[in-house]
């Protein structure tokens, strides 16, 4: 089967550096996105690695190696507006969106 | 409009009732999408159309119906509404086509089904 493996939570510290990590088991690989969804809206996307290597923009950098299934999402100088839930997706074979649950990150203060 | 529109923004149902979720796109998108979210689990797909005139099952489709008429209304049915359709249902549209094929979404329905 498919799976997408996130973290369910985590908290961090205004002005401080988090890493969200994503694992993935899929049928193919055509790219994995990251979005970035607060409560009650709609997912907003972020960023999109096809290739292994490091995409920065911004506050914002997500890694990706196709050999380890892996990804992660680095966000830098957290602001309390950072604080939303963060969901990995990989398109698999068919060209269809895999989604995670999700990483809802928790800013204080 | 300014991207995609979703109709109504939240609906309370009785089980047995037929309604239909409303979904209108203005960026000439070829593909549609969607998609209902439920606390704990990730984005499932429920149909999709990857252009005007034709559609295709998603991860969940049972109990739901599409149509796609024209490039800018993907239109979601649920013929006989039951509990467990109680969600969030975001409609989504992406070029389809080019490298990175983003998907936008619309801000989402509500629905309880009681």
């Known amino acids: 089967g498919q799976n997408i493996d996130q973290p369910t939570e985590m908290t961090a510290t205004e002005g401080a550096i988090v890493q969200i990590n994503c694992t993935y088991q899929t049928s193919g690989f055509n790219g994995l996105f990251w979005y970035q969804q607060h409560a009650g809206e709609a997912p907003t996307f972020l960023s999109y690695n096809v290739l292994d290597g490091l995409e920065e923009k911004g506050r914002f950098s997500s890694f990706l190696s196709r050999s380890k299934g892996y990804s992660y999402l680095l966000l830098k100088e957290l602001q309390m507006k950072d604080s939303a839930s963060y969901l990995c997706?990989?398109?698999?074979?068919?060209?269809?969106?895999?989604w995670g649950a999700g990483t809802k990150l928790i800013i204080k203060p | 409009i300014a991207g995609i529109t979703q109709a109504p923004t939240s609906q309370i149902l009785a089980a047995g009732r037929r309604m239909t979720l409303r979904c209108t796109q203005d960026?000439?998108?070829?593909?549609m999408y969607w998609y209902r979210q439920d606390l704990g689990l990730g984005l499932r797909l429920i149909h999709y159309?990857?252009?005007?005139?034709?559609?295709g099952k998603g991860e969940v489709p049972d109990g739901y119906s599409v149509s796609r008429a024209n490039t800018d209304d993907f239109p979601l049915t649920l013929a006989s509404a039951v509990p467990s359709q109680t969600s969030v249902y975001f409609c989504?549209?992406?070029?389809?086509?080019?490298?990175?094929?983003?998907?936008?979404f619309g801000p989402g329905t509500r629905l309880t089904v009681l």
């Open positions: 159309s990857n252009t005007a005139g034709t559609t």
């Open positions: 989504a549209s992406s070029v389809r086509g080019g490298e990175t094929d983003t998907q936008y």
């Open positions: 960026m000439r998108h070829n593909a």
């Open positions: 997706a990989v398109r698999d074979s068919n060209y269809q969106l895999i």
